[in-house]
């Protein structure tokens, strides 16, 4: 078993990331380690009620825990304020009161909806998040950022609420769909590209195991990448900076999946293309030296993808703008020096975000 600390200043207090293959079964003493008040509701959508559900409840109960399961239908469709709203109505008719604590069981949209719900639920009770997605598992469940999507835009409407800890259990891939495990990877490869070239070797190393979804190789990866989240938003809890390199491949990434109205690519599978344009610009840019940018470009083709959507420029550009709006007036665009670190840059205009556009077209067609 692996863990780990997210440690934060200020006010609030740190929380462990515990790694490791049948801790599902160990969520109930763990969560009375952690003092989660004695009556739990499980948070879960429909499709990991049915899978874990029964397992999270049953080890809650044999640590003595009151313990309920909430569902809600799956998909990014439910991090709205209405399917939070149904959420409120279960926790009053089952009578959760203020001594009473919220398990958010699932991926990702489980985890941001749960969270908020928890920081939001009687001006907040403490939560607790078990993550089931590889993406959750390595990016969405650590750095208690909560919220749900407004019709306007993804992630407008939430709450910073640090969970009691995270409880990885690497076993629950198992049943994932392979084409999310895939699309997970690629934010794996992001933390390995931003902040560890150690684990960019691992992954070189181990990718046809990865790919497989072999379950020792996975727990690897998910240590390696939630240790550099957790590192990264230990020392930027709130965004401020450092935070920012955690968008690497995102810009464009965003832009794919707005362009295409979050139908046509998962979001890995955005950032997997976004993350080749952007190794493009810094060899451009002159930080990034030829060989590992096709280092980098050779680990990036063996990810399973679909094509890249086919899209006018102007669109491109449209929704970075309408990013950057949203963002507040500037365009962070993250690059990276060497396999290991990345810098931002302020200075990416519009023609450099089509000359890798163009890029990424030309790679499509096979004619780089
Ligand atoms: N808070 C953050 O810092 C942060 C960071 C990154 C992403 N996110 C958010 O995460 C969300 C995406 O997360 P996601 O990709 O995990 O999506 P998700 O939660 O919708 O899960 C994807 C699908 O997999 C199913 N599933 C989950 N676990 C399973 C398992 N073990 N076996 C079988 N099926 C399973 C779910 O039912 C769902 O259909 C987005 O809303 C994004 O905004 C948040
Ligand atoms: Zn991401």
Known sequence: MHTLK?????????????????????????????????HVAVIADSTVAELYGEAALSSL?????????????????????EAAAGLYDGLLARRLDRRSAIIALGGGVTGDLGGFVAATYLRGIPWAVVPTTLLAQVDAAIGGKTGVDHPRGKNLIGAFHQPRFVLTDPETLSTLPRRELHAGLAEVVKSALIWDEALFRFIEERLAALLSGELAALEGAIAGAARVKAE??????????????LNFGHTIAHALEAATGYQH??????????MRAAVWLSQERGLLASAERARV???LRRLPR????????????D??????KVLGGRLHFVLLRRIGEAVVNTGIGEEALLAAWKYLEDLQRGNP
Not at 10 to 26: A, F, K, M
Not at 319 to 324: G, L, P, Q, T
């Open 319 to 324: 929704c970075i703008r309408h990013d950057k």
């Open 306 to 317: 679909p094509p890249l959507p086919e899209l006018s420029p102007r669109e491109l550009l």
């Open 232 to 245: 990264v938003v230990s020392r930027d809890e709130r965004e401020g900076g450092l935070r920012r390199i």
């Open 297 to 299: 470009e050779a680990l």
């Open 265 to 274: 690519l998962l979001h890995g599978e955005a950032v997997a293309w976004g």
């Open 61 to 81: 109960r044999s640590a003595g825990y009151k313990a309920e399961l909430l569902t809600f239908p799956p998909g990014e469709g439910s991090k709205t304020l």
């Open 6 to 38: 997210v440690r934060l200043e200020e006010r609030e207090r740190g929380y462990p990331i515990y790694i490791g293959r049948g801790l599902l079964s160990q969520l109930g003493e763990v969560a009375r380690r952690h003092g989660l008040p004695e």
